[in-house]
């Protein structure tokens, strides 16, 4: 069995996962934090110049408020999830298209929110790209 290369952080790639903000409770704004995750997702795309951006959104509702505000310069992705911190949760695609997902606990304990501790496995075995 061969190890997996997973790419560094700074090496490009294919796509971006982004988590869309979808809890009212953890926002002061929501519609603002919304906002701002799109308007960072369509600066990712760059009007196509640049990735492929994957927005994972947590339940219908609010799939809908990210397709309107992205339109069609990310994939919007439904998969129930809390922190919208993919970085740490979600899935690592390696060179050979196959998703890694690693064990995460809430940051040692210290924020734990439901569907975080397997959305990286959920989103692994899916294909998105």
């Not at 959104?57 to 439904?78: H, P, Q, R, S, Y």
């Amino acid at each position: 069995m061969t190890t997996p290369h997973l790419p560094p952080e700074w090496a490009p790639h294919k796509a971006v996962w982004i988590g869309f903000p979808s809890h009212p409770d953890l926002w002061e704004s929501l519609g603002a934090a919304r906002a701002e995750v799109a308007a960072f997702a369509r600066a990712v795309h760059a009007g196509g110049a640049g990735e492929q951006v994957l927005l994972v959104a947590a339940d219908d509702e609010a799939a809908g408020a990210a397709a309107l505000l992205v339109g069609d310069t990310a994939k919007v992705v439904v998969a129930p999830f809390g922190d919208i911190w993919l970085r740490d949760t979600g899935v690592i695609v390696d060179r050979a298209g196959i998703g890694h997902a690693f064990g995460f606990n809430g940051w040692g304990g210290k924020y734990e929110y439901d569907g975080d501790e397997d959305i990286g496995r959920r989103l692994a075995a899916k294909r998105h790209m």
